[in-house]
């Protein structure tokens, strides 16, 4: 059974510091990761996407990471910001490429204090 | 929320009662989703389009019907028969069904009365 874990379920840090969050998947055929970022009460939006053959993308302060052999990922938030105060899915896409082959884990949920 | 509306916000809905969820976006896509998201879950798919006037069931699409007349709509009823209906229900489209990056709505919640 396809599946995608996340961890920790949820982090408390200080503002200005580094954080990383970890997805491990058991999902086959692999073709592609992404990371996206789920406002309280709001739509998730995408912060990167990952193919087979990349190993890391940024987008900001944002940094995924991704190692296929061992089917794990991670997202580093760089400095953050009371702002990144959300929950950040990982989602793996199947081989196929349907939508009916994305399986999304359940999120960490990340709460940046002063 | 990238260019995909939907409403309402919040509904109410009492037993016994069909309603409907909007969707529509103004970006161009041929390919629309729509998501059940409960507490502690990852998101489910319920149906999915790939281009206008056709659609698949995703992995729990029971209780559920969709239809896509046009290409920046796709509305979801949530019928009697789905027993369980409260959750946050998004909307998502994107260029093609496939691997291409989804763009969701801001959601709606579903309560029952």
């Known amino acids: 059974k396809n599946q995608v874990e996340q961890s920790p379920q949820s982090l408390i840090i200080l503002e200005g510091k580094n954080c990383t969050l970890q997805?491990?998947?058991?999902?086959?055929?692999?073709?592609?990761l992404r990371w996206y970022k789920q406002d309280t009460g709001r739509g998730p939006v995408s912060l990167t996407i990952m193919t087979f053959s990349e190993n890391t993308k940024s987008n900001g302060r944002y940094t995924a990471t991704l190692d296929a052999d061992t089917k794990q990922s991670s997202l580093h938030i760089t400095a953050s910001q009371l702002s990144d105060s959300a929950s950040y899915i990982c989602v793996v896409g199947g081989n196929t490429g349907t939508a009916s082959k994305l399986t999304f884990g359940t999120g960490t949920r990340l709460q940046v204090t002063l | 929320d990238g260019g995909i509306t939907q409403s309402p916000k919040y509904l109410f809905r009492k037993e016994g009662q069909n309603v409907t969820l909007s969707c529509e976006q103004n970006l161009n896509h041929d390919a629309m989703y729509w998501y059940r998201q409960d507490p502690g879950q990852g998101l489910r798919l319920i149906y999915y389009s790939q281009i206008v006037n056709d659609f698949q069931k995703g992995d729990i699409a029971e209780g559920y019907s969709v239809s896509r007349e046009k290409k920046e709509s796709f509305p979801l009823t949530v019928t009697s028969a789905q027993k369980n209906p409260t959750a946050f229900y998004l909307c998502a489209s994107s260029i093609a069904q496939g691997q291409e990056t989804q763009y969701f709505g801001p959601g709606t919640r579903l309560l029952v009365l």
């Open positions: 997805c491990n998947y058991t999902v086959s055929p692999f073709s592609n």
